[in-house]
């Protein structure tokens, strides 16, 4: 919630009062739009004037169609809180680093109109707020993250050792909250995503435009010398000197030694554009990356 007052810095006010729609009236967004969405299962808490009567007769069960602005912009933040990224050795976790930079841009996204959602992947079950607009849709994005943050850690707390959940689980779960031509920014330092982690994003980014905030904790970058104690999934602990891994070509996601810049050309290549966030920086380094993310969104 503090991070309000960094995301805002370099906002036009114009952007944050002027409804997205053509004329120069300044005026509140109201209704849902006239631009169809979705069309889904009813739930509890949905306007019954938005009853599907084509898809209700066809299926036998109550749908509802969803609309959005034509100038919608939807964006799903998706926060990497798997075990791998409970990890931090200046300033911060890796974790806390990717909140961070995915609330400024979330704040930055609702400022200017547009719809905030959610999806955080975890050891335990994942969170998910669909997309929604308004400060009160960050205010439940970032009371969503920390509760997400503190079950991440409740849980490595008591079973240390469990083995890292695949991404890619998740990953379509963000996919489903999104309208095609929407917007998902994940922020993750892509610890063993999962086997198919990596074909999953390349079919998204043919529907969807993707962005990646890569997590770089500085003991990745420039580990000192010396010996390190290790646990591994299994139980087994020990000791051990690790050697500085060869630089090998960028030739897909989380290939071992490859820098973060070697992955981030490796994606661009696919239209899936990035920037590195260094966890010793902090937000105020962050908020700069974070604007020029929200330019190309």
């Known amino acids: 919630m503090g991070l309000r007052h960094l995301a805002r810095r370099g906002s036009a006010p114009a952007t944050r009062t002027l409804a997205g729609l053509p004329g120069g009236i300044v005026t509140r967004r109201r209704g849902r739009g006239s631009e169809p969405e979705d069309v889904r299962l009813w739930s509890e808490g949905d306007d019954r ?15 509802v169609r969803t609309h959005h602005d034509e100038r919608d912009r939807a964006v799903v933040l998706l926060a990497d809180f798997r075990p791998a990224m409970l990890f931090g050795t200046r300033r911060a976790l890796r974790s806390v ?41 960050m205010i439940a994005v970032t009371g969503a993250l920390a509760q997400a943050h503190a079950d ?40 063993d995503p999962g086997p198919g982690f990596d074909e999953l994003l390349t079919l998204l980014a043919e529907r969807i435009a993707i962005r990646l905030i890569l997590v770089s904790d500085a003991f990745e970058r420039a580990r000192p ?22 630089t090998v070509p960028p030739t897909g996601a989380g290939t071992a030694g490859e820098s973060a810049e070697a992955r981030l050309a490796a994606y661009a290549r696919r239209g899936i554009a990035g920037v590195r966030l260094d966890v010793e920086t902090g937000p105020e380094a962050y908020a700069p990356l974070m604007e020029r993310l929200d330019a190309v969104l």
């Not at 646990?231 to 000197?241: E, H, P, S, V």
């Open 49 to 63: 004037r938005f009853i599907d009567r084509n898809a209700t007769a066809r299926t036998g069960q109550l749908h």
């Open 97 to 137: 680093a990717a909140a961070e930079a995915l609330a400024l841009l979330g704040w930055r996204v609702a400022a200017d109109g547009g719809r905030v959602g959610l999806a955080v992947a975890s050891a335990g079950a994942p969170t998910v707020l669909r997309p929604a607009g308004g400060e009160r849709a």
């Open 152 to 191: 991440a850690l409740a849980a490595e707390t008591g079973a240390p050792t469990r083995a890292e959940p695949p991404l890619e689980a998740t990953l379509a779960l963000a996919r489903g909250l999104l309208p095609a031509g929407g917007h998902l920014v994940i922020a993750s330092a892509l610890d």
């Open 225 to 246: 010398p010396g010996y390190y104690p290790f646990a591994l999934a299994d139980g087994r602990r020990g000791t051990a000197l690790p050697t500085v891994p060869p």
